[in-house]
C-alpha cells in the first residue's frame, strides 16, 4: 500500500521565508559595509609568519602594513661606562752648553748638531706621553757664543730625541735680557715645543703652562730660586719681575689652586733650586716642600745641584679635599753638561711618572713610578765629543776605555743602592 505524503506546516513555510531574507539582506548590506568583495585578500604568509615568529627578548615589534613582512627592531645596545685615562710623563734633569760642550757640535768648522748626543737615550724619552728638560742656557740662532749662550741648534736635537717641554724657569735665562729670553723662548716654540718658566708678558706669567693628552688636562707650573749676578743686573725691575717666577710658597699655593680651577687634572710643578755640589736637599727646600705639599700639586721636580738628590713619595690630605700620593724629586742632575769634578755630576737621572684619571674623578692618581740612570759619556780627537748613555749599559761603547767604563758602572750601582726601588722603581737598559 503506497505511503501517503505529509503535508509542509505553515510553520516550516515561514522558516523558510525569515532565512531567505536574512541572505539576501546580508548579500545586500555587506557589500556596502566592506567594499567589494574582490578588493578583500589575505597575505596569508605574512599571517602564518606573524602566528608562528616569536619576538626575541627585548625586542620591540614595528607595526605591519599590508603586503608587508612582521619586522622586530632591536633595542639599542647600553653604553658601556668610559674607561680610565692614563698619561705618562718623562723628566731630565738640567743641560747647559758651555763652550766645550758648544764646540762639541760644530761640523766643519761651519753649523752646529747635536744629534749624536742624545740617539742611545731617544728610545727613553720618546715612550712617554710627554718629556720635558729643562735648559739652563740662553740661545741664539747666530751670534757671539759664550759660557751661556748657546746655538738653537741644541733645540732641533732635543726635538729630535723626543723632547716636548723645555723648562727655561733657572737663574740663567735672564742673563741676555728680555730679547734673550724672547728669542730663547720663541726659538723653541718654532720648532713646537711647549716652553714653561719663561714669560714675555704678563699674559704669559699668569697664564702657565696647560694642555691636554689622552683626555688629561696637564698643568706644568715652573719656579726658580732667583737670577744670577748677571741676569740680575739686565732690564729693568718690571721686566725682572715677568720674566720668571721666583719660588715662594704662597705663590705656589696660589698657583696651583688657579690651575685647579681652570681645570687641571693633574699639575706639576719645576723647582729650580738647591746649593750646586750639594748630595742631599737642605733645610730650605724641604721646608718649602712642607709648605706647599697640601696644596693639590701631584709632583714638584728639581733641578741645579749637578747631583741626583733623593726621590720620595707622600700620602697628603690636601685642601681641596683629595688625598694624593705626592712625588718628590729633589734633583735629577745633569742630563748634559760639562761638570764633572767626579762622577756624581756625570751621572743623571731620566724620571717616569705614571697617572691615571678614574672614571667620574677630577684629579688624577700616581699608579707608577721608575727611573734610568743616565751617564755624559765624554772622549777626545781633534776635540772633545759627548753622548748621553743608559748607565747600566753592558755594552761598552767603542770610544769609552776600560777605566771609564767600570767607572760608569760603578757609579751607576751606588746609583741604584742611594735611590733604591721606592718610592720609584729602576730599570736598565
Known amino acids: 500500500m503506497a505511503r501517503r505524503r505529509r503535508p509542509v506546516s505553515l510553520g516550516t513555510y515561514c522558516i523558510l521565508i525569515i532565512t531567505a531574507l536574512t541572505i539576501g539582506l546580508g548579500a545586500w548590506v555587506f557589500p556596502r559595509i566592506a567594499g567589494d568583495i574582490d578588493d578583500i585578500k589575505i597575505d596569508t604568509a605574512a599571517l602564518i609568519s606573524a602566528l608562528v615568529s616569536t619576538p626575541q627578548p627585548g625586542a620591540t615589534p614595528v607595526a605591519m602594513s599590508q603586503n608587508s613582512e612582521m619586522t622586530f627592531e632591536p633595542l ?3 653604553s658601556l661606562p668610559p674607561q680610565s685615562k692614563t698619561v705618562t710623563i718623562t723628566a731630565g734633569g738640567q743641560i747647559w752648553l758651555d763652550s766645550t760642550l758648544r764646540r762639541s757640535g760644530l761640523q766643519d768648522g761651519q753649523y752646529y748638531n747635536y744629534d749624536d748626543i742624545f740617539t742611545a737615550i731617544t728610545p727613553y724619552m720618546n715612550r712617554s706621553d710627554i718629556t720635558m728638560v729643562t735648559l739652563e742656557s740662553t740661545v741664539s740662532q747666530s751670534g757671539s757664543y759664550d759660557q751661556y749662550l748657546a746655538p738653537a741648534a741644541i733645540l732641533n736635537s732635543l726635538k729630535s730625541a723626543g723632547v716636548d717641554i723645555i723648562n727655561l ?3 740663567r735665562i735672564f742673563d ?3 730679547d734673550g729670553l724672547a728669542n730663547t723662548r720663541a726659538s723653541a716654540e718654532q720648532l713646537g715645543f711647549s716652553v714653561t718658566g719663561a714669560h714675555r708678558s704678563a699674559d704669559e706669567q699668569w697664564l702657565p703652562l696647560t694642555f691636554e693628552v689622552n683626555g688629561i ?3 706644568i707650573l715652573s719656579y726658580t730660586y732667583g ?5 740680575g743686573s739686565r732690564g729693568n725691575k718690571d721686566q725682572r719681575a715677568i720674566a720668571v717666577n721666583i719660588m715662594d710658597a704662597e705663590t705656589i699655593r ?3 689652586r688657579s690651575a685647579r680651577g681652570r681645570g687641571a687634572n693633574l699639575v706639576i710643578v719645576n723647582l729650580h733650586w738647591g746649593k750646586q755640589g750639594n748630595t742631599r736637599p737642605n733645610t ?3 721646608q718649602l716642600v712642607n709648605a706647599i705639599i697640601d696644596c693639590g700639586l701631584d709632583a714638584i721636580i728639581g733641578t741645579h745641584p749637578y747631583t741626583v738628590h733623593d726621590m720620595e713619595k707622600r700620602n697628603v690630605n690636601c685642601v681641596d679635599g683629595v688625598n694624593r700620593d705626592v712625588f718628590i724629586a729633589y734633583s735629577l742632575g745633569n742630563l748634559l753638561t760639562n761638570v764633572r769634578d767626579n762622577a756624581q755630576q756625570i751621572i743623571g737621572n731620566l724620571l717616569t711618572l705614571q697617572f691615571t684619571l678614574e672614571n667620574g674623578a677630577d684629579s688624577v692618581r700616581l699608579t707608577d713610578a721608575y727611573y734610568l740612570p743616565t751617564w755624559q759619556m765624554r772622549w777626545e780627537t781633534d776635540k772633545y765629543y ?4 743608559p748607565a747600566g749599559t753592558e755594552t761598552k761603547p767603542a770610544e769609552m776605555t776600560d777605566t771609564i767604563y767600570r767607572n760608569m758602572r760603578r757609579a751607576y750601582e751606588e746609583s741604584i743602592k742611594k735611590l733604591g726601588d721606592e718610592p720609584a722603581r729602576h730599570i736598565a737598559e
Open 76 to 78: 639599542p645596545t647600553p
Open 169 to 171: 724657569a733657572t737663574e
Open 217 to 219: 688636562k696637564v698643568a
Open 227 to 231: 737670577y744670577s749676578n748677571t741676569g
Open 386 to 389: 759627548f753622548r748621553i748613555l
Open 176 to 178: 741676555y735680557g728680555m
Open 284 to 286: 730650605d727646600q724641604t
Open 254 to 256: 696660589n698657583d696651583v
